[in-house]
């Protein structure tokens, strides 16, 4: 594994799925010596990240502000800011925490089957209310700010990046992945390429868009004895 491996799977980050939390940094935060505080404010964010990631679906970037949120939520501003020091923040991990629940994807044993499962996964995420939007504006945010761009690299960019390294790895471990191919760079073609498509080119990301791709990780990735039985059933 590589340095930049171990630094995503590290920090008991674990699979994307539901009841994964986004990561923003250090909180001004509940006493962990008093977990009755610690638990109350585990709550309180999570209704506020369930909140905002309706509003998410039904408004576009620029409408789910701070107040929006908090009218939603039942959380006073202050409160939100004590967690969220803009509304960028908060939109931000509130899409990662919804794009987390999305895209849980099954071990089926298959590397190439679970890896067009996770992206199908995520291209529903970008079909759903403005993601599209969303993202398109949250990539924007991280071009103008370094603060905002590190800590859309420590949540969602984390996150996506963590479900394509656990998909390939597991091909690895059941020799279906080869050994030497540098699995960083893989996820960086393959998730690079849904980027490139949403904000550069406009061209559509739909299902023959997905198959290709997929199989073009699996052509450069993949074991020879997983290729040619992955080409056969193709």
């Known amino acids: 594994m590589s340095a930049f491996e171990s630094v995503l799977v590290g920090s008991g980050s674990g699979s994307a799925g ?6 923003v940094g250090p909180r001004s935060g509940a006493d962990p010596a008093h977990p009755l505080i610690a638990s109350h404010e585990a709550e309180v964010r999570l209704r506020v990240l369930k909140a905002a990631s309706v509003l998410l679906d039904r408004l576009s970037y620029d409408a789910v502000t701070i107040d929006a949120v908090a009218r939603a939520s039942g959380v006073g501003k202050s409160t939100l800011y004590r967690y969220w020091p803009s509304r960028q923040l908060l939109v931000l991990e509130a899409f990662t925490y919804k ?8 071990d089926t044993g298959d590397v190439a089957r ?6 199908v996964a995520l291209t529903y995420c970008l079909h759903v209310g403005g993601a599209a939007s969303t ?13 905002f761009a590190a800590q859309f690299r420590q949540t969602m960019l984390r996150e996506r990046r963590q479900g394509f390294l656990a998909i390939l790895q597991r091909g690895q471990r059941r020799g279906q992945v080869r050994d030497d191919v540098d699995l960083v760079m893989v996820i960086d073609a393959v998730y690079g390429s849904i980027h490139h498509r949403l904000v550069a080119t406009g ?11 997929t199989r073009f990780a699996i052509d450069g990735a ?12 193709a």
């Open 18 to 23: 539901p009841g994964s939390k986004a990561r």
């Open 99 to 106: 794009t987390n629940l999305l895209t849980n994807v099954e």
């Open 114 to 119: 679970d890896l067009h499962a996770y992206l």
């Open 135 to 147: 993202v398109a504006n949250l990539l924007a945010e991280a071009i103008r700010s370094e603060d």
């Open 203 to 213: 061209q559509d990301i739909d299902g023959s868009f997905l198959r290709n791709l």
């Open 222 to 233: 993949a074991s020879a004895s997983y290729l040619a039985s992955y080409h056969a059933q």
